[in-house]
């Protein structure tokens, strides 16, 4: 993995790269938090996720496995919503103390109401952080938590459509859409990086959106995914036992995130997705066509 990071650097800037390198904090793993902050996650539900990845590093079977690590861990976290963005430093976490600073800084992440879920983005901008920060890790893991699917372009750009849309320009955003995040996890792959991600859901938000959403389309498109778990399976995850996970914004939120945290850290096997009843298909379109349709945009456009 130290080859593939280094290797991902341009020939221009190999004596940098080099120096870089040959100065950077070795650790087990190198982890990024990609955290959805878009304005379909209100106040609660993002109190929720916040502290689920706060408690998360202050639970005491996550700080074991981090001090059991040869050189532990570095990670950071990186909220997205329209764009990502960078919301710590980088932390080297090597014991329960370091866990408890990192969960500190988790705690001081700001709420922002935008419209907008740039998966793609929020990848991108990990995995920029990870190529050019001062640590060397065995493994690089991109986690991603989000309640919804790419609905912009990537650089976090609508798509341009007709108000209401037509269902031509429905498909043709669709399929920009999946180009964005096809492309940012393509490119996390050939720099040796594994995407893993937590489907959030909510089928109870989409009941008042179903009626619409097949008069507009007159139908699904063939193979689409039926799940929120199933898309990012399908759409965003990579690398050797990659995984999704499923669950809501409730008292277990923790606890999935705990399990997801130490699948990633510790040389075990994955963790088993879930088994969790999730929204019909026509939640997972009514989250894509989220910023298309503009009569509600805190709840079409998050």
Partial sequence: MRFLKSSIMAAALLPFTWFNNAHAVLVDTELSLVIDISSSIDAGEFVLQRDGYA???????VQAAISALTNGIAVAAFPFAL????????FHLQNAADAEAFATAIDAIPDEDVVGTNIASGVDVALASMLSNDFEGTKLVIDVSTDGVQNVFRPGLPCPISDPPTALEVEACLAAF???IHGARDDAAAAGAFINALAIFDPA?????????????GGLPPGFPTTLEEYLMENLITGPDAFVLSTQFDDSFTDFVVSKILAEIEPEEPP?????????????L???MAGLLLRNPKKLSA
Avoid: M, V
């Fill in 55 to 61: 408690n998360a590093f202050r639970d005491a079977s």
């Fill in 83 to 90: 764009t990502g963005a960078q919301a710590t430093p980088w």
């Fill in 178 to 180: 999946d180009a964005a």
């Fill in 205 to 217: 938000s989409a009941a008042e959106y179903l009626a619409e959403l097949e008069a507009l389309l």
């Fill in 272 to 284: 088993t997705p879930t088994p969790t009843p999730e929204p019909s298909t026509l939640l997972i």
């Fill in 286 to 288: 009514l989250t894509a």
